[in-house]
């Protein structure tokens, strides 16, 4: 029986694999894939013209979403999850969509940071966060530690079983021939005692909240671990931002409040219109960020749209003229009826509709689409 592995990555690192007898789907960022074609060698052109290889140039977690196939291992090997991009590929969302596309007694793997002697605090918690998502959909997490960490789930419970001794044999019966994966390497790094008592550290995330879509914690501590070796100061700073709640951005508006009234009281009025431009302007450009962090979350890549939010956003404060009073003061006027109305509307509409068709030929699938009206940017 042919097997089917997905692998989720940004660079070339198949070909130890390729002794198997497998189709193996390789997820690929367009940069490096572009990269490879464009200078190739030796090792890039096997891997990428292997016939048991199907490349493809699209966003893991769409994939995932839109295929029909089942594999029998899907192994994730991206970077920690420092930016929303990335953390997609951590949380609790992306692993109940990669569970559904597992095979029965299917293997996801992924790996994190770790260490040969020992856990600083920041590594420690990322793991632990890691290990805490992976037990909300698989049954099974095993922890193999090292300067690599490398977390194999699975529903199936015969994983835990399996030692040294029984990859070896697998090893030596499928003819698998590999510079670094040798029987030494493999006794080596599965050895109990050397890496039991960092997975019993691991292990210990009982009371580590689940790294999710709308609340990235491994963001923050991915950002915390790389701040601990360039800048220590930020540690803290991270980490009290992680703990930040709700309620407590809605105190601090709150209290914010309570001070300009009692600032305010007994002064002139114009106070309050400074606090109003204040408050509204930064409502409107926190809301801006989370539309775009929000995009970031769910379809991983943003910068084709964000000149058109930025387009919608100027539109919107735009769309109501204003003029000056006597004071200086600005104040928004009502927009005349008739022909000054009209020309306000068909002056907005235009820029709504210049701002998107320029934003949607920006982007590779509507570019190809709409080719009667992007000239000179198909297929680019």
């Not at 049954?139 to 835990?160: E, H, M, Y």
Request: hydrophobic share 45%; proline share 5%; net charge positive.
């Amino acid at each position: 029986m042919v097997s089917r592995r997905l692998f989720l990555q940004q660079a070339c690192c198949a070909g130890a694999t390729l002794g198997l007898a497998c189709v193996l789907g390789v997820l690929w960022i367009r940069s490096f894939i572009e990269t490879f074609r464009r200078f190739p060698t030796g090792l890039t052109e096997y891997e990428l013209n292997h016939p048991q290889v199907a490349s493809r140039l699209v966003e893991g977690r769409r994939w995932l979403r839109e295929t029909g196939a089942r594999y029998d291992l899907i192994l994730v090997n991206l970077p920690i999850p420092a930016t929303l991009q990335l953390n997609r590929y951590y949380t609790l969302e992306f692993f109940r969509l990669a569970q559904q596309r597992l095979k029965p007694g299917g293997i996801l793997a992924i790996n994190l940071p770790g260490s040969e002697t020992v856990l600083t605090p920041e590594l420690k918690a990322l793991n632990q966060t890691l290990h805490a998502t992976l037990r909300g959909v698989f049954a099974q997490v095993r922890i193999v530690a090292g300067d690599q960490n490398l977390f194999v789930a699975s529903t199936d419970p015969a994983i835990a079983s399996v030692g040294p001794d029984q990859l070896v044999e697998r090893l030596h019966a499928r003819s698998i021939a590999a510079d670094l994966i040798s029987a030494p390497y493999l006794r080596y790094r599965t050895d109990p005692r050397r890496i039991a008592s960092f997975e019993r550290d691991i292990a210990a995330s009982g009371h580590q909240p689940p790294n999710r879509d709308m609340h990235p914690r491994g963001v923050t501590q991915a950002l915390a671990y790389l701040n601990s070796v360039v800048s220590p100061f930020m540690v803290g700073f991270l980490a009290a931002i992680e703990h930040v709640r709700l309620v407590h951005w809605l105190a601090a508006i709150a209290a914010a409040t309570l001070l300009a009234l009692h600032v305010q009281h007994g002064r002139r009025p114009r106070l309050f219109l400074g606090y109003a431009i204040a408050t509204t302007g930064f409502a409107s450009m926190l809301l801006y960020l989370l539309l775009i962090f929000s995009l970031q979350i769910h379809y991983g890549h943003v910068y084709h749209y964000i000149g058109l939010l930025t387009a919608l956003f100027m539109l919107g404060a735009d769309a109501l003229p204003d003029s000056r009073s006597s004071s200086g003061v600005v104040t928004a006027r009502r927009v005349g009826t008739s022909p000054e109305r009209m020309r306000a509307t068909s002056r907005a509409a235009s820029k709504l509709i210049s701002a998107t068709a320029s934003q949607f030929c920006n982007i590779p699938a509507w570019r190809r689409r709409w080719s009667s009206i992007c000239p000179g940017r198909v297929g680019g």
